[in-house]
């Protein structure tokens, strides 16, 4: 039992010897948040036992998001700069969104090379450089999305007022002020990761001063209310007046300018919501609410698959735009058609042309529809 164990060890060695293990103990696990001391005093628990399949699950999964997610978000930013100019406000918002993508998929590569060799070497300035871009384009992507929504929320809710807040200027100005939110939020991350030796390895972990995990739960903590909590209750209330709104109004198309937007969020939602809920239990493994070395070792497990969960969210944002935004689709072909000509026969040129000619003709029949739909589509 556990009152066995520690009358062994008081009658093994002196009293003085195991204090001085017990604070150096906990010093350790303040600094390297790998090992916990539990109320027993005698069971040190090691987190890092990660399952085999995970060594190779983890490269290959990152691997694969790092190709999808660069090709994708990078296809956005040059349709929308070469080819949309980025006059609107929501082509704005949509520029920034996939910018703050890109910053997860910039983290990826090295990642890898990391979860393959399960060791950093890339030194102590990538450890916090890496360690910043993800925790910036989690901040910016949750900002952004919400601003999207909000957006929304003004063009159909209050479409007249919206007339006079949603022009470029604005949304420039509102797009530099969540970017230094994101980084300022991220500060913490930047001063506290580090590369560090730990067991005979070089590791790229946040170091955190002090013994009491204050600092942690903070950060943690931070993650859940500003880039999670705070999010969901602008969007849950934006949602339920556009809802509101729409009951009273039987146009088809407001629904389809919903759709983007709608789906963005859900999906933020489903693969952001399993990060923040390990990251609060994470918390109270901190505070030593959860206080059990299975139960802690789960919870690792389950911390990496929830961040690799997160990851896949850089990746789906660009298949979203293709699939259900109409604007972009238009910008989408308009651009692959441009460069194309200088490629095809004269023959597939035409199919090119009599598409584009189909496409005019039924934006032409829409554009009787009230015009903040089209905006938002």
């Keep these: ?25 906990v010093n350790s696990s303040a600094s390297y948040d790998d090992i916990f001391l539990y109320s027993e005093l005698n069971i040190d ?21 790092f190709v999808t997610g660069l090709v994708g978000n990078a296809l956005v930013v040059w349709v929308l700069l ?14 920034n969104l996939a910018i703050s993508d890109l910053l997860f998929v910039f983290s990826l590569p090295f990642l890898v090379q990391y979860s393959l060799v399960s060791q950093w070497t890339f030194g102590n300035a990538m450890c ?3 360690s910043s871009a993800y925790f910036i384009g989690f901040y910016s992507s949750s900002f952004f999305i ?40 991220s500060a913490p991350d930047l001063i506290f990761f580090q590369e560090m030796d730990d067991s005979n390895r070089t ?66 939602f489903l693969f952001w919501t399993p990060v923040n809920v390990v990251l609060f239990l994470d918390s109270m493994r901190s ?5 059990d070395c299975q139960a802690s070792q789960k919870l690792d497990l389950a911390l990496e698959l929830a961040e690799a969960l997160s990851f896949v969210h850089c990746c789906l944002n660009p298949i979203i735009y293709a699939f259900v935004g109409e604007k972009f689709k238009k910008y989408l072909c308009e ?39 089209g905006s938002v589509l």
């Design 82 to 95: 070469a080819f949309k100019k980025v006059r609107a406000m929501t082509d704005i918002y949509l520029l």
């Design 146 to 185: 919400t601003i999207m929504s909000i957006d929304r929320y003004l063009a159909i809710v209050r479409s007249v007022y919206a007339l006079r807040v949603r022009t470029s200027a604005h949304g420039v100005i509102a797009s530099l002020a969540l970017w230094a939110v994101a980084i300022l939020a």
């Design 335 to 373: 651009a692959f058609g441009k460069y194309a000509r200088f490629l095809l026969t004269c023959n597939n040129y035409s199919v090119f042309h009599r598409h584009k000619l189909d496409r005019q003709s039924s934006v032409h029949m829409g554009s009787s529809q009230s015009s903040f739909v």
């Design 45 to 65: 628990c090691e987190l890092e036992t990660i399952p085999a399949f995970a060594q190779i699950f983890f490269p290959v999964l990152y691997t694969v998001l």
């Design 287 to 291: 505070m030593h609410i959860i206080d």
């Design 203 to 268: 590791v790229c972990l946040p170091h955190y001063p002090g013994s009491d995990n204050s600092w942690k739960i903070f950060s943690n903590f931070e993650v859940n209310v500003l880039g999670w909590l705070i999010p969901v209750g602008i969007l849950i209330f934006c949602y339920h007046n556009i809802l509101k709104n729409l009951q009273r109004c039987h146009t088809r198309n407001k629904y389809k300018a919903m759709k983007l937007v709608f789906i963005v969020v859900t999906v933020f």
């Design 128 to 130: 916090k450089i890496v």
């Design 1 to 25: 039992t556990a009152g066995d164990s520690l009358g062994s060890l008081l009658s093994g060695g002196d009293l003085e010897d195991l204090l001085v293990d017990y604070q150096s103990t």
